[in-house]
């Protein structure tokens, strides 16, 4: 049911982004600045910093992708979205940007948790339309050293560190290792 329910979540949370986010540029500024400081705290409780990133569903607006280039930017980071528009729609966004798609590559795809082999940090969009609930209980399922930071709602801190994203948002993001 739970899965059900993160799917439901995942649409809508494509659909505001489609009709709010893509059309402001304000909207896009104010919630890479409110990314970028959450970001930035868990980052500093990494022992070292990633040098390859797996950010999932960063289509659209690829608001991961452009905090993860401002703070890790000598990082290898892969996009791994299930849909082709999606991620047409990222490469222009990031295209039309000073440094292109410089160190970004995208996989059109479903991410699965052993998809986290060979990356050292994967990132968990608040929209992940898969079982949220195992990745907390099962960080790093197929490379138990793989840390997650995962987009969740404000009231849910769960993991080994979090931060809040912005107040009015909703949103924090948790950091999780295994074990």
Known sequence: MRRLGNALQARLLAWLERTLLLRSER????L?????????????????PPSRVAVVGGGLFPRTVIVLRELLPTSELVVIDASPANVATAQQFLAAKEDGLRGVS????????????GFDLVVIPLGFAGDRD???STP???DSATPLVIHDWA???????????????????????AS
């Open 27 to 30: 909207l896009q500024r104010f």
């Open 106 to 117: 995208f996989v059109v795809g479903w991410f699965e948790p052993e998809h986290a082999r």
């Open 155 to 177: 009231w849910r801190r769960r993991g080994d560190a979090s931060e809040c994203v912005g107040g009015f948002l909703l949103r924090r993001l948790n950091l999780v290792r």
């Open 140 to 142: 790093g399922a197929a």
């Open 32 to 48: 890479v600045v409110r990314h970028l400081g959450a970001f930035r705290a868990l980052l500093g409780r990494l022992e070292r």
């Open 134 to 136: 195992s990745l907390y």
